[in-house]
């Protein structure tokens, strides 16, 4: 795997998260002559800002361009709600409240029903950034809050910045409805573009949420084996 990070100089968050995806052609001159199967774009807050509309005809560009399938993982939730056979979602979120509103909208538009919305603790001005700065109990107490919300189907945590696997990894279901996170749905969609098996895409997925092909490197490397 290789990594390219996107910039921006925008003075607003909305500014540079457009920009984010409109400099991708730029972005992927890092990666040189690199052998890649699959563009990956870690990034939910730009799909916002476009809206499903303009997202699918840049990525539909994109992949013709390229020749190789490409997804982000706003595009790669959704995937992974069909894959489940859901619809009805809760929402973790890291976001301030406007930003949260457009998520709510974006998933709405890709004909989703957010039944909740759960925001994680408010941290002080002076984090560093604050969603690196959130710990995985932050992300845990949020998933709590939806715990008595009925008629959900699956639980989505937004930020892929949020740390999330060690919340995943204590409650990894909420009554019925499997938890995952972008990152998660991102990293296995990546896989499934290219795979033609959908119930092997369905299984590995299940398998990824209940952490069972992570859990001990994860655990290992937090120093809790």
């Known amino acids: ?129 604050p969603i690196y700065a959130m710990s995985a109990s932050m992300t845990d107490a949020a998933i709590g809050k939806l715990e008595s919300t009925s008629g959900l189907e699956a639980v989505v945590l937004l930020g892929t910045g949020t740390p999330t696997l060690g919340a995943i990894l204590r409650r990894p279901r909420v009554g019925c409805a499997p938890v995952f996170s972008c990152n998660m749905a991102l990293a296995w969609h990546s896989v499934a573009l290219l795979s033609s098996t959908q119930a092997t895409q369905s299984s590995v997925l299940i398998e990824m949420i209940s952490g069972v092909c992570w859990r001990e490197d994860f655990l290992r490397r937090q120093g809790s084996a």
């Open 1 to 129: 795997m290789v990594a390219a990070r996107m910039t921006s100089l925008q003075q607003t968050i909305e500014a540079r998260l457009v920009e984010y995806f409109l400099r991708l052609d730029e972005t992927m001159l890092h990666f040189g002559n690199a052998p890649i199967s699959v563009l990956a774009i870690a990034c939910t807050g730009s799909s916002y800002q476009l809206g499903p509309a303009r997202e699918d005809e840049l990525f539909s560009s994109l992949h013709t361009r390229l020749g190789i399938p490409v997804t982000n993982s706003a595009l790669a939730v959704v995937a992974a709600l069909k894959s489940l056979g859901t619809r009805r979602i809760g929402l973790v979120s890291p976001y301030p409240r406007s930003l949260t509103e457009q998520s709510v909208a974006y998933w709405t538009a890709r004909g989703l029903e957010v039944v909740a919305v759960a925001a994680t603790e408010t941290l002080p001005d002076t984090a560093f950034h």
